[in-house]
């Protein structure tokens, strides 16, 4: 999903490669760019599912509006991925309604 | 609480050229972002923009953008970021949140450029990951270098719609179509014509029905509209997407306008609730102003243009700037801005009537508005496609709208091209002005709608020249396939030569050996 090769933006400003986690595995991105663009660019579509009807939701707007792409970033939820800068070692979590998988399961 | 002269709302290409301004006469500035990057949507927008010389046509949105900060950073304008403005109090008192602490902040004038957001059109599945806004498209791919998706479904012919179509094409991504609801597509022909020429179809008056998947887009159903609007059963057409990206409009964001208790009007011409401002883009409330799309939905060059007036207009009330310098920059500037809105997509224009002519009388294209690129049939009835056998090299000027542009007419030294009378005629071309082959008007059409045909080429063979803008450049000598305006394949062809220097701006001009009969029918070209 990266552009290796674009016909007029000679080089998208980029960090250093970053490993983080995502669910328990460990994926990579570039440090700084956001959280969204590091998942898509491994292939996750969903970011969280509805509380009522465990609809699947995932970036949308991209620009911090719509709240679509929230997750759970280290511990804490309801975060606009597609805002918030990537940093090493990050722990991102798919978010069902407001909790995590483990969470939910307990309920 | 801090005290400024000035507080503006938004680094957006309005907000950054009223708060330049402002500074330029000595006024002391601050802008509050919401976002960690100045520049608002501009870095976003990597095509070339329409208008004249004093519009900054033919340069890049992103460059327009790097200039107007380089400008704020000498003019010594503060900008802070990640400062959200959560509303204006009486007395002209901002509050802002910044790192979750809510400070606040006195100014003598405010000046709201908050822009637009997105609209939306809601359909079964519309909630799905892989449904995305056009800005959202624009955000992945051009900021941030990753492809939104491979097989991409279009919702909405407007500008936004047919110009990121056409960056998602660059960026590597296939087309599958583009609808619209409306009869006729919305933006600029020459925008929805290098997207027709590259084999996408348009299917006007088609809405979208669903989206297809269960975790995230597999397909979409897409269906034709009557005259009233409503979906035609047994019409319904399912395409392989991944990818449903959607381009229905822009609503201004004028919500602090309200907050600030300003006189408010919906008005569909302006996209939605706005606040009713004078010429100087002040509003009811004294010393309040809003410019750019939160005033009214246009583009980036009439913003600029609307935020330097109402900096000139700030710096007066001050006293920063004497009443005639005031008269004659605000007169500049409105002359300038008047230019930009005229034309059959101007402001007062926007989707309000059904021309059938150009405003010198010329006949628009019905299969331009209807598919998406000119019948060959149609180029005889504009000026600028003055192309006689046996001349030689020829500029054809495919510019068959009123659109606010003239770069074409700079571009050529000899003044073969003219853009006589107001900036939105039809550029002519003059047949008795030898041309060059320079190819300079290729590359500075914001519209890619210019092109070179030289039919002396070699005995039975033409040479056509087109402006190319995607990754990889073709090799000279190379082959692929020749495509008509439609984007049919007419044929193997090969690429003779490969222009590109640095005044072109990335826009390659690549020259075909073709069949001498189709010198009038070759406007694309698929590398293999």
Not at chain 1, 32 to 48: C, D, F, S, T, Y
Not at chain 2, 299 to 309: D, F, H, L, V
């Amino acid at each position: 999903m990266r552009i290796e090769n674009h016909p007029i933006i000679k080089n998208f400003e980029k960090g250093r490669r970053v490993l983080f986690e995502f669910d328990g595995k460990t994926l990579e991105g570039y440090e700084g760019e956001p959280i969204a663009i590091a998942l898509k660019a491994n292939g996750v579509m969903v970011h969280r599912h509805t509380s009522n009807h465990g609809e699947p939701r995932g970036v949308f707007c991209a620009i911090g509006r719509c709240t679509d792409c929230a997750m759970i970033v280290d511990g804490k939820n309801n975060i606009r991925t597609c805002i918030t800068p990537l940093k090493e070692n990050m722990r991102v979590e798919t978010q069902y309604g407001t909790l995590n998988r483990k969470e939910t399961e307990s309920i | 609480m801090k005290r400024y002269e000035l507080i503006v709302i938004g680094a957006g290409p309005a907000g950054l050229s009223a708060a330049i301004e402002a500074a330029s006469h000595g006024m002391p500035v601050i802008v509050f972002d919401e976002n960690p990057r100045p520049g608002g949507q501009l870095f976003k927008q990597i095509h070339k923009f329409f208008g004249s010389k004093e519009h900054r046509a033919k340069e890049r949105g992103f460059r327009i953008g790097r200039q107007l900060l380089e400008e704020a950073r000498r003019m010594g304008v503060e900008v802070m970021l990640q400062a959200t403005v959560l509303g204006i109090y009486d007395g002209k008192e901002v509050s802002v949140m910044r790192d979750g602490q809510v400070e606040h902040f006195k100014a003598n004038n405010i000046i709201i450029a908050t822009g637009a957001s997105e609209k939306m059109v809601p359909f079964s599945g519309w909630t799905l990951p892989g449904v995305i806004g056009a800005g959202a498209a624009q955000t992945m791919m051009n900021l941030h270098g990753l492809k939104p998706g491979n097989k991409v479904l279009m919702v909405g012919s407007g500008n936004v719609g047919v110009v990121v179509g056409y960056q998602l094409m660059q960026a590597g991504c296939k087309i599958e179509a583009v609808i619209d609801g409306a009869p006729r597509v919305g933006g600029y022909g020459v925008h929805a014509a290098k997207l027709a020429r590259l084999g996408v179809p348009f299917y006007l008056s088609h809405t979208i029905k669903e989206a297809k998947g269960k975790i995230c887009v597999e397909g979409a159903t897409i269906v034709k509209v009557d005259s009233t609007w409503q979906a035609i059963p047994g019409s319904e057409k399912v395409l392989d997407v991944d990818t449903i990206c959607i381009a229905v409009g822009l609503s201004p964001m004028s919500q602090l306008a309200r907050t600030a208790h300003c006189d408010m009007e919906n008005n569909a011409g302006k996209g939605g609730l706005v606040s009713i401002c004078n010429e100087y883009g002040e509003t009811s409330t004294p010393g309040v102003y809003a410019v750019g799309d939160v005033a009214g939905i246009e583009e980036a060059s009439s913003a600029m243009i609307q935020g330097k007036i109402a900096g000139v207009a700030v710096s007066h009330s001050r006293g920063y700037l004497d009443t005639a310098d005031f008269n004659n920059q605000v007169a500049q500037h409105q002359r300038s801005l008047k230019q930009l809105r005229q034309g059959m997509f101007g402001h007062r224009e926007k989707g309000q009537n059904d021309p059938t002519q150009t405003e010198e009388g010329y006949p628009l294209s019905r299969t331009l508005l209807e598919r998406g690129y000119l019948a060959e049939e149609e180029l005889q009835n504009y000026p600028g496609v003055r192309f006689q056998k046996g001349q030689g090299v020829r500029p054809v000027v495919e510019c068959t709208q009123n659109i606010p542009c003239n770069p074409c007419q700079d571009a050529c030294k000899r003044g073969c091209i003219t853009v006589s009378g107001k900036i939105t005629n039809l550029p002519a071309v003059d047949e008795a002005v030898e041309c060059t082959g320079c190819g300079m008007c290729v590359v500075s059409c914001p519209g890619q709608a210019i092109f070179l045909v030289d039919d002396t080429l070699a005995p039975g063979y033409s040479g056509v020249s087109i402006p190319y803008e995607f990754s990889p450049l073709p090799a000279e000598g190379s082959k692929g396939l020749a495509l008509d305006r439609s984007g049919r394949v007419l044929g193997e062809v090969e690429v003779t030569t490969v222009k590109q220097s640095r005044v072109m701006d990335e826009t390659a001009i690549l020259t075909m050996k073709v069949p001498g009969d189709w010198s009038m029918k070759v406007r694309s070209f698929q590398p293999y």
